[in-house]
């Protein structure tokens, strides 16, 4: 089922939401070389308890972080631990946050120190994937349409769109119906209608679209091993288009 939020969900979904934006602000200046990614998630734990809400993520299915650190050629489900950023690498930050029973859910990748430019053109290309499935948010339209247009983008700035993830409702579970994928057909699937809230999260690899999973049964990596990248923002769709809830 699809749920349409109230004004007061909608409030509740937005305070998540800027909560999920400002631990994003905050980890930003410690994105750099010697940091481990452990490091990153005692310091996001932290902030978000000190805002008020929980991490979404943490025990979620048994995944034992706060945040989901996804570097180099690692798409999602990264899980915090001791290896430590170095210059060159790109990392993806998946964060979280419930704020009074409701989620706010935000992903963003992010250099660490100097970068070659082919990872430069996949960080800017996969953004601005993100933010074409966005211009088709707005009631009547389909899910399909928000697919069409981040797979037609990303197919023409030559990038492996990965379809076994998928974008999501957000609510008062991290993940509800329906479904966001990252490719699709015009015109089919859900109605887009006011009040719903979902997730827009492209995952483009920067070679093959093919995937496979680690043994820790979490971390999902390029199966060529070329690096990826991952941008999403919770929203909430309204009268004439949408609001981001998790910042700009």
């Known amino acids: 089922m699809i749920n349409i939020r109230s004004q007061r969900e909608v409030e509740l979904l937005r305070q998540a939401g800027k909560i999920v934006y400002l631990t994003h602000q905050y980890l930003k200046p410690f994105i750099k070389e010697g940091i481990t990614t452990k490091e990153l998630d005692k310091k996001a734990e932290k902030f978000i308890l000190s805002q008020g809400a929980t991490p979404s993520f943490k025990g979620y299915d048994g995944f034992p972080a706060t945040l989901c650190t996804s570097i180099n050629d690692e798409i999602v489900h990264g899980i915090p631990g ?14 979280g946050a419930c704020y009074k029973g409701y989620h706010g859910d935000s992903a963003w990748s992010y250099p660490v120190g100097k ?27 389909h899910i399909g349409d928000i697919g069409y247009a981040i797979e037609k983008y990303a197919k023409s700035h030559q990038l492996g769109v990965v379809k076994e993830l998928v974008g999501h409702g957000v609510g008062c579970s991290i993940h ?48 060529d091993e070329s690096p990826s990248a991952h941008y999403e923002h919770t929203i909430v769709v309204t009268k004439t288009g949408y609001e981001i809830l998790t910042g700009e």
């Open 82 to 95: 001791n290896r430590k950023l170095v210059n060159g690498d790109i990392i993806s930050i998946d964060i």
């Open 115 to 141: 970068i070659n430019e082919d990872k430069e053109y996949l960080l800017e290309h996969t953004r601005c994937a993100l933010y074409e499935g966005l211009k088709q948010v707005k009631p009547g339209n």
């Open 176 to 223: 509800e119906d329906p479904e966001v994928p990252n490719y699709g057909i015009p015109h089919t699937g859900p109605v887009l209608k006011e009040g719903m809230v979902i997730a827009i999260e492209p995952m483009l690899n920067l070679g093959s679209a093919e995937i496979c999973i680690l043994d820790d049964d979490w971390t999902i990596v390029s199966e």
